[in-house]
């Protein structure tokens, strides 16, 4: 398999007074197009902060990041910004949907970005979610709210799909379901799904999981053989 | 998809939408609309100048025969000069109105503005155009027959046409203190219709370029006439009259309005500010979707442009084409224009265009400082700025404050933007409603001052011109009333001049002059007493001198002001009839004050006014002044309406998690309220304190900017402070009642889980 991320000797500082704060420390690891990658650590670990740089919604102090063989962490506002459009899709732990948008209008939103015409419908069917096309996000259970969240993220077929504690505020089957649409994405679209999570089941079913501690990787693990989703015990 | 949003926006948000449409529709309805009356007012009447080639200068003399009047054609500053005769004639109708008929030779200069029929022919003996009002007034047409008596003789010409003239957009008649179209009027003949051979000129009517005083001086050198007068056209009865109501319009019109655009900028500015900083998370995440930094600035400056751009211009048309209205009927009742209609100033314009960058440009800031943070900050709530304990904090006091005073002072202190916007919004709308009803009392004052503190007679003699001294005193000793010359001077301090009147007469109780807190005061039997407002325009004080003649007499007399006293109207000087005497000056009085019943049969006497009489016709001078402050006072109130409810909105978003917060943790929701409303309250007590001293310096400012004739007292009336504190405290506790009512449905769980926006 083909790398796609690559994480060179990657820091990141917070500095609030006369505090230094390392929220990534030195970090150094690879993942591969279409791997489905779980990122794992307690509160305060750094995980947030690694999905930050790799979407570009934050830039690295020293390090070196490079996605599809482009140096992403010498980019500038613009480029990041392009590259957000183009490359990555987003899922926050509370879906972050525009309010005032409905299901489908929140996903052809993806439309003023890309300057495509894509079908907002298409991605909701995918996500099983036709029949609620027209209902704001106030209207729709939380992980209804996740799945059109999902579909606005795929909308744009990323190559990375960046996934913060998709399933943090869901019951644990509605998390199932969430996880078996990104595992599908991963294993039949060679999209990258990389999610961060302090969910240790998640493990199980991924291909890399990465162990943070205090901004630091502790351990970075390859499962041979993950299992199937319904092997787990939710 | 983002125009959906923002429409989507707006509706949820609508209240505060409207607020910042309203803001803008009302501050230029205003502006342009009381702007629009003074500046048509005042382009119509240039142009009626402009049209008939209104007059420079008039010269007035006893016999203008034709070698002077070549001498002051070939004069190298005259550029048209037209001789006319003027006779104060009585006509044949009813109530002997009195008709000022001119002579003319020609219809060059100040022409003749015909309405119905014909313009003037000099070659029809036979014709009268005649004053369109006076002939409404008494229901004359063109083809009737009018007769005009002037000292036996006898003039009766047939109407040709009707129409205005420049000399007389204001006229009024010696019997009445107002107009009235039917006592008074004015028309034109041909000096054809002269009934007899050589007329008498008495006037000249001159274009110049010159200045008064410059053409005078050229014209003693050139043209050797030994009594005559010289009159600019800026103070011409007629233009003066009608220019200090355009000005007093200008005064109330401009300063005021000036006021609720400085106020909705400041409330603009927050509004958009605040609306911006509610969206924060959404900007992190249209970010994160891959939205470039322009389109979402563009995105968020669009919400408050479209609505001050829609504001501003509805604001603006119906502004211009319906506040003007208002006060045209009043204003063409007193004065003769051939149109009332509004006016456009470029101003207008620049002020709806000045309130839609100041919102762009808030916008533009506020939305640029959340999408320059990287979109992973923005998408977190803002972080809480560190707050130490204050000295209040540290001391005995703070321990003994209960749970309501701590929350309060902590909450105010940690949001100090917020807190500070709040007070200086309620001052703002102090400052609206202080000087708006202060204006209102400013009028209601004048009134009183003059009719119940100074004047205290019941009638008015007015003295015939031609009454002789055995006359005057005789009937003054019939009525037991006391004598007053009032007549125009000009006085003089260094280079500043004006032109006030002379008030001479001896102390009496009819007349009971007083200082500027409208105590009545006893001026000096030998000494020169001056009023305030001409006191300041000349920038003098007591013990300091000024000088000053009598209009008609070119002797300057030098005097030092012994006392200043305040009028409501009456600008200039008083003293005592010796203290003329003393000057040289004959003592020749206008009229005759008294307390006593008087009957309408003494000789020397032209007419006479009831106390009654002269309050009727302030009212009416006032009207159009009184009428332009109710319209202020309902805006001032709009518009503090709006920006309070505005106000309550945004900050009740702002503290509304921490309120659901507090409801988790078991407070009972009027205790909730209350400490909601305590805050408000405070801050908008606060504001109003800053707001009142403001608010009278405003209105200070605009009574001294009042032009030479008005003296308008400013005072400090409770009761005007107590109405606008119930104004202010009721409408922001009605505001934040009716929000707070939301406490209850709040749903705890639901707003827990939103993050601080």
């Known amino acids: 398999m083909s790398k796609i991320i690559e994480f060179q000797n990657v820091t990141k500082e917070y500095i609030t007074g006369t505090n230094v704060l390392k929220a990534a420390n030195n970090l150094n690891f690879t993942i591969d197009k279409g791997e489905f990658v779980v990122i794992l650590g307690p509160s305060g670990s750094g995980k947030s902060t690694l999905l930050n740089l790799l979407g570009g919604l934050d830039k690295l102090t020293i390090g070196k990041i490079t996605v599809d063989n482009e140096e992403i962490s010498g980019y500038n506002e613009m480029q990041l910004t392009q590259y957000r459009a183009d490359k990555v899709g987003f899922i926050f732990q509370f879906y972050n949907l525009i309010p005032n948008l409905t299901a489908i209008e929140n996903i052809e939103l993806i439309n003023d970005v890309i300057g495509d015409k894509i079908d907002g419908m298409k991605y909701l069917k995918q996500v099983d979610l036709a029949e609620h096309a027209h209902q704001f996000p106030s209207e729709l259970s939380g992980g209804e709210q996740q799945r059109v969240s999902i579909a606005r993220a795929i909308s744009k077929r990323p190559a990375l799909l960046l996934c913060d504690e998709p399933t943090g505020a869901l ?20 999209t990258t799904v990389i999610i961060v999570t302090h ?36 | 998809m983002l125009v959906k949003k923002m429409l989507r926006d707006m509706r949820e948000h609508k209240m505060q939408f409207i607020a910042i449409f309203l803001m803008s529709f009302l501050t230029l309805m205003i502006y342009a609309g009381v702007g629009a009356e003074y500046t048509g007012i005042q382009q119509t009447v240039d142009a009626f100048y402009e049209d008939t080639n209104m007059a420079d200068i008039w010269v007035y003399s006893n016999n203008i025969n034709n070698d002077t009047f070549d001498k002051i054609k070939s004069m190298d500053s ?6 006319q005769l003027v006779m104060d004639t009585t006509a044949n109708l009813e109530s002997d109105p009195s008709v000022k008929l001119h002579f003319i030779e020609s219809n060059r200069i100040a022409k003749y503005y015909p309405v119905d029929a014909n313009d003037i022919d000099l070659s029809d003996k036979e014709g009268i155009w005649v004053d369109k009002k006076f002939a409404d007034a008494h229901k004359l047409k063109v083809g009737d027959n009018i007769t005009l008596k002037y000292n036996g003789i006898t003039i009766e010409k047939t109407i ?8 007389y957009v204001y006229q009024q008649a010696d ?54 007068t010289v009159l600019p056209f800026k103070d011409h009865s007629s233009v003066i009259q009608f220019q200090s109501e355009i000005d007093q319009h200008k005064m109330l019109g401009s300063m005021f309005p000036v006021i609720f655009v400085v106020v909705a900028i400041l ?48 604001g603006l048309i119906i502004g211009v084409n319906s506040l003007p209205y208002l006060f045209f009927p009043s204003m063409s009742s007193f004065y003769t224009l051939p149109v009332w209609k509004s006016g456009f100033d470029l101003s207008f314009a620049y002020v709806a265009i000045l309130l839609i960058m100041v919102a762009v440009a808030f916008t533009y800031l506020s939305t640029k400082n959340i999408v320059r943070e990287t979109p992973a900050q923005a998408l977190e709530p803002k972080a809480p700025k560190v707050s130490g304990n204050s000295i209040l904090e540290r001391t005995r006091v703070w321990s003994k404050l209960g749970f309501n005073a701590r929350w309060n002072i902590r909450d105010i202190k940690r949001n100090k933007i917020r807190s500070l916007v709040t007070i200086v919004s309620v001052m703002g709308c102090t400052i609206l409603l202080i000087s708006a009803f202060g204006m209102s009392d400013g009028m209601s004052d004048l009134k009183t001052w003059q009719y119940g503190t100074i004047n205290h007679y019941d009638n008015q003699l007015i003295i015939d011109d031609n009454a002789t001294i055995a006359q005057i005193d005789d009937v003054a000793a019939k009525v037991n009333g006391t004598k007053v010359m009032t007549k125009p001077i000009e006085v003089k301090v260094n280079d500043i001049k004006k032109t006030v009147n002379v008030n001479v007469y001896n102390e009496s109780e009819l007349i009971t002059p007083t200082d500027e807190n409208m105590h009545q005061i006893k001026l000096p039997s030998d000494g020169v007493t001056l009023t305030r407002k001409t006191a300041e325009l000349l920038g003098v004080d007591e013990g300091d001198s000024i000088q000053w003649h009598l209009y008609g007499e070119d002797k300057w007399i030098n005097s030092t002001i012994d006392e200043i006293n305040a009028d409501p109207s009456n600008q200039g000087i008083t003293l005592s009839q010796d203290k003329l005497e003393e000057f040289g000056y004959n003592f020749t009085p206008s009229m005759i004050v008294t307390n006593n019943e008087v009957n309408d049969s003494y000789d020397g006497i032209s007419s006479i006014f009831t106390i009654g009489q002269l309050q009727n016709s302030w009212d009416d001078m006032m009207e159009s002044g009184n009428l332009l402050i109710a319209v202020l006072l309902v805006f001032a109130l709009l518009l503090s309406l709006v920006m309070l409810y505005s106000l309550g909105v945004l900050s009740f978003t702002e503290v509304e998690i921490d309120l659901a917060t507090l409801k988790v943790i078991g407070f009972k929701s009027n205790v909730i309220r209350r400490l909601f409303l305590t805050q408000q309250v405070t801050l908008a007590i606060v504001g109003f304190i800053i707001g009142v001293p403001l608010g009278y310096g405003v209105l200070r400012v605009m009574m001294d900017s009042s032009g030479d004739t ?48």
């Open chain 2, 160 to 167: 040709r046409g009707l129409g205005y003239s420049p000399e």
């Open chain 2, 78 to 83: 005259t550029l048209d000069a037209e001789r």
């Open chain 2, 267 to 314: 409330t603009l500015i927050t509004t958009m500010t605040r609306i911006v900083s509610h969206q924060r998370t959404q900007i992190g995440t249209l970010k994160a979707l891959g939205f470039t930094d322009k389109s979402l600035i563009l995105h968020y400056i669009s919400y408050g442009f479209y609505l001050t751009v829609i504001g501003s211009i509805l």
């Open chain 1, 171 to 190: 019951d644990s089957k509605t998390g199932y379901n969430i996880i078996n649409i990104l595992l599908n994405l991963a294993h039949e679209h060679e």
């Open chain 1, 199 to 234: 969910n240790t089941q998640l493990s199980y079913l991924a291909d890399k999981i990465i162990h943070l501690k205090n901004g630091r990787i502790e351990d970075i693990e390859i499962n041979q053989n993950p299992l199937f989703i319904d092997q787990i015990e939710w």
């Open chain 2, 710 to 757: 008005f003296y308008y007292p400013v005072h400090y009336k409770p009761l005007t402070i107590i109405i606008s504190f119930v104004c202010v405290i009721a409408l922001t506790v009605i505001v934040n009642l009716l929000l707070s009512r939301k406490i209850k449905q709040i749903d705890m769980v639901e707003s827990l889980k939103k993050t601080r926006e």
């Open chain 2, 175 to 228: 019997e009445s203190i107002v107009p009235d179209s039917k006592l008074q009027g004015f028309a034109y003949v041909s000096y054809k219709a002269f009934p007899g051979e050589n007329v008498p000129y008495s006037t000249v009517l001159v274009k110049t370029d010159d200045t008064a005083d410059v053409y005078q001086q050229k014209f003693d050198d050139r043209v050797n006439l030994s009594n005559y």
